[in-house]
Structures are given as C-alpha cells and as structure tokens.
C-alpha cells in the first residue's frame, strides 16, 4: 500500500516481477553480453532519468534483468530530498553487500541526486561502492564501466549547463504500455530554502521542443496514450529556436504537444505557483486532451513562513492563482506539496497551512515534516527549532484534514460521467478495469462483456467512492 508521507521514497521496481527481462533480447548473450539491474529512488525526473540511464546502457552491451542477483551491474539512482530517502538508500545497499559477496565481480553504482550530494565521499562511506555517477554525467556510464571494471573507483558528478540528453531515446522500464513520463528541462534555478534539488541537479536549462514533440510522437505511434511533461518547475520552459526564429514558452510547449492526436492526452508537473501563467490556464481550456489537473505545491499558508522559504508568493497571492485555475477551468483538479514544521513555524503559521487547505480544496496532497538538507539555504540561516514531535502532531494534523478533503473531493463526483483512459487491470480483480479521469482520479469498473483494452478511452458513471478511487459502470 502506498504511504501518502512517503511517497518520494517508493521503488521503481515491482517485486513480483522479478526475474522477467525488460526487453526481448534481454537475456540473448548474442546481443547483451552483461546484464544490469537499476533500482530508481525519488521523484518522477528521477525514474525518467533511469530509463536514460537503460538506453546507454543496452549501447553498451548490457541488458536489463530485475534480478539483482543475476546482474554484473547494480544501480541505485537515488533521491536526496529528505533524510529518510537517503537512509532508505544506504539500507538498501547493505543488501546488496550480501549479494556482491556472493559475487565478487559484480559492480555496484550510486546514480542521481544522492551521488552529486555526495561526491567522492560516498565511495568512503560505503566501501562496496565502485561508481558514483551524478545526474549530468551518465553518458559517461561506458568509460566509467570501465575503469570500474579494472578494479578502480570511478566518479563522474561534473554538472552541465547544457546537458539535457534531447537526443537519447529512453528505454522504458516498467511500463504499462499507455502512459508515459517525458522530461522536457532538467535542474532548478529557484532557491527555495529547504530545497537541496539546485544543488543536486544544478542550473535550470530546457530540452529542445522538437525534439520532445518527436518523442511525445514516437510514443504516441507506438500505442501510448499519454505522457507527462517533467521538470521541476515546467512554468519556466524556455527554448529559443535560433533556425525558426522563435522562442518557445511553456504555454506553447504544451499545445505542441497536444496538437500531436487528440487522442493524446497531456500531463504535466510540476508548476511553481509563481510561474503558472494565463497563457498556460488559457491553453489548458483550449484543448480537451490537456488534462485539467494542477499539481501546484503550496509548501504553507503562512505568508512569513513562505517568505522563509524564499517561495516569493504570499498567502493571498496563492489564493488569486487558485481562483483564477477554478475561473477560467472550472472542473480543474488541484493537489499540493506541504511541509510540516519549518523552521520557527508557530501554532499560528500552522493554522494558516491547515485553512489554505480548505480554500484550495486539494483532490490529493504529498505531505512531509521538515527535514534539514545540509548546504542549504535554511540549514546555513535558520536553526530547525520545531521540535520532532511537534512536527510529527502537525502532519497528523495536515494529513487528517486532507483526508477529509480527498474524500469529500471523491464523493462530489458521484453521479457524474467521466472520460476514462484505461491503464490496466485494477490491482484487486482481473474482471475490473483501472484508468484515470481528466482530473487525475482512479476510476475502477466492471469490464463486463464490452470488448475493450488497455490504452482506450471510455465513459464511465461513478456510482461510489472511496477516499482515493471512484467506482463506475461503463455508460454508452
Ligand atoms: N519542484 C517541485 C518539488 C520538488 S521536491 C516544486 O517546486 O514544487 C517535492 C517536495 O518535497 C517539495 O514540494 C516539498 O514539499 C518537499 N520537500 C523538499 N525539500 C524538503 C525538505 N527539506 N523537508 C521536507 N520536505 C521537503
Ligand atoms: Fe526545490 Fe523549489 Fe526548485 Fe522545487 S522549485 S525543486 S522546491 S528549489
Ligand atoms: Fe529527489 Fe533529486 Fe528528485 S533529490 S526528489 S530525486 S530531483
């Protein structure tokens, strides 16, 4: 079951689907001579990054196993984010301490944001590990593969101003075939206080639009149905295409992509508050297959603590963006990031948070304590002064209001007819079809005798709900 407080730490891999190969030469020793294992940690860029990683690595000679014991290569693409991502992170790496006993010759990698946090002194800390790779260097897996392999530690966190991998066709990992992740700008250059991100994945930069439309293209001609636009801040998308002679913002990007089929359907996140423009509200309205669903991360309803935060919106500011979404999209779902317990945080400030939440109406939140990343703004500036178990009173607070709020979200929409993507079979019973409507909801149905798959669309009337699904009946 997924942990709402913890979601950023969940692992790509699907147990009960170890031992099956990823692509169908696989296992060929014709044309994979190594096998690799790749275990993908914290955000969504993250797991996108990991199929980057895939790619590299089968032009390289490597297939994919799901089998770590089988494997001559282990990668962890790993999360800094909160401490608890990184402690996950290092219990998993005793694990596979058992496993490289086993095998000696086995090599073991740290990707991502905990390997830029880290550098070199991951490779002190933890004895077994062969590789440190950060998140702008993995075309520079082969070469570090094989230093490795000649029994050297070899360490690659140089960030880029450039690199953003346009040109590398992921390979997808654990895919279901219908939706699809596609990174469109890679690092951060806002500062929010508590945010170890800027220094991890380094300066803001954005893919080549052409080269997401032919993606997003590729994709869709291969039988996918939608994709989600990633990147910290996507409000921020900013390409100039010197042979056109154009500039490319977000609000274009998007309607691009749309344009591709209507059959497409779009997601993005996430969007800064700040940044989220008419322009992108107004493209929103205009096309039926960009999905009304903001992911729109308030952090607090406290005005000085968002300025602590260096998040540069206040409490009404905030409040207006919300309006307008509902203005101009009146059906538009809207869910949030939100950390308890920021430094100096007061039961006053606390409060704020708690009645923003009842004016925003969040579908969904992802909900956190604050947790001190070292070198930043906040850890240098403030002292962390709530204390634990005040923070741990005020998420149960925050989680027991979004609760109510999910709920109350899910069960308006019973009665209503809803356009459904299918994505698969529903997790409890093979008889009962999994989507997703516009606004981001579950919807789970009776397959009944109409012959459908995955990767259509259908309508489909709610008739219940429970705090995170609606259950329907398909209508015709
Ligand atoms: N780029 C996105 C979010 C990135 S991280 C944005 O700007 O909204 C995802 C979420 O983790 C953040 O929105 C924040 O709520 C949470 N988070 C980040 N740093 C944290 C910290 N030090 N302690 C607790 N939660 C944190
Ligand atoms: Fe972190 Fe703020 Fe950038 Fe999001 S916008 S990644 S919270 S610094
Ligand atoms: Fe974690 Fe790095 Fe994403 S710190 S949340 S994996 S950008």
């Given at each position: 079951k997924k942990n709402m407080l913890d979601y950023?730490?969940?692992?790509?891999?699907?147990?009960?689907?170890?031992?099956?190969?990823?692509?169908?030469?696989?296992?060929d020793p014709q044309v994979y001579k190594k096998k690799f294992y790749i275990e993908s940690y914290g955000c969504q860029m993250n797991f996108a990054d990991s199929e980057i990683v895939a790619a590299i690595l089968n032009e390289t000679g490597f297939g994919a196993t799901r089998?770590?014991?089988?494997?001559d290569l282990v990668l962890l693409n790993t999360c800094s984010i909160r401490e608890k991502a990184e402690q996950t992170v290092r219990n998993r790496l005793t694990t596979f301490k058992q496993i490289k006993d086993a095998r000696p010759g086995m090599l073991i990698g740290v990707l991502g944001c905990m390997a830029e946090r880290l550098k070199s002194k991951f490779l002190e800390e933890e004895k077994l590990v062969d590789m440190v790779v950060g998140?702008?260097?993995?075309?520079t897996l082969p070469g570090l593969i094989e230093e490795a392999e000649t029994g050297q530690k070899a360490v690659n966190v140089l960030l880029s101003r450039?690199?953003?991998?346009?040109?590398i066709s992921p390979v997808r990992l654990?895919?279901?075939?219908?939706t699809a992740f596609v990174s469109i700008m890679r690092g951060c250059?806002?500062?929010?206080?508590?945010?170890v991100v800027p220094f991890t994945r380094g300066r803001e930069r954005s893919r080549d639009a052409e080269s997401i439309v032919r993606e997003c293209t590729d994709l869709f001609n291969s039988g996918y149905k939608e994709v989600t636009l990633l990147g910290?801040?996507?409000?921020s998308y900013y390409f100039v295409d010197e042979a056109k002679d154009a500039t490319i913002t977000f609000a274009k990007l998007l309607e691009k992509v749309a344009l591709i089929s209507p059959l497409l359907r779009v997601r993005f996140s996430t969007s800064h508050p700040k940044d989220i423009t008419d322009d992108v509200l107004y493209t929103m309205a205009k096309?039926?297959?960009?999905?009304?669903?903001i992911h729109l991360?308030?952090?607090?309803?406290s005005t000085r603590i968002l300025q602590l935060m260096n998040r540069t919106y206040t409490r009404e500011w905030y409040m207006a963006k919300v309006d307008r979404i509902k203005e101009i999209m009146p059906d538009c779902g809207i869910s949030s990031d939100i950390i308890a317990g920021?430094?100096?945080?007061t039961e006053e400030d606390h409060a704020d948070t708690l009645s923003m939440m009842d004016y925003a109406k969040y579908d969904m939140s992802y909900m956190f304590f604050y947790s001190e990343r070292p070198g930043t703004l906040a850890a240098r500036r403030?002292?962390?002064?709530?204390p634990e178990a005040v923070k741990k009173r005020r998420l149960q607070e925050i989680v027991e209001k979004q609760n109510k709020l999910s709920q109350e979200s899910y069960r308006k929409d019973v009665g209503n007819t809803y356009k459904v993507l299918i994505e698969g079979n529903s997790k409890k019973s093979d008889k009962d079809w999994m989507g997703r409507s516009s606004q981001n909801k579950v919807v789970v149905f009776p397959k009944g005798d109409h012959q459908l798959n995955k990767g259509d669309y259908v309508m489909v009337t709610v008739h219940s709900s429970t705090q995170a699904t609606l259950l329907g009946t398909i209508t015709n």
């Open positions: 950023v730490s969940e692992k790509v891999q699907d147990e009960s689907r170890q031992g099956e190969a990823f692509a169908p030469f696989a296992n089998n770590a014991e089988e494997a998140p702008d260097a993995y075309r450039e690199e953003t991998y346009a040109d654990d895919s279901n075939g219908v250059n806002n500062m929010c206080a508590f945010c910290q801040n996507v409000d096309y039926e297959n960009i999905c009304k669903y991360p308030v952090q607090s309803g920021f430094c100096t945080e403030y002292k962390d002064d709530v």
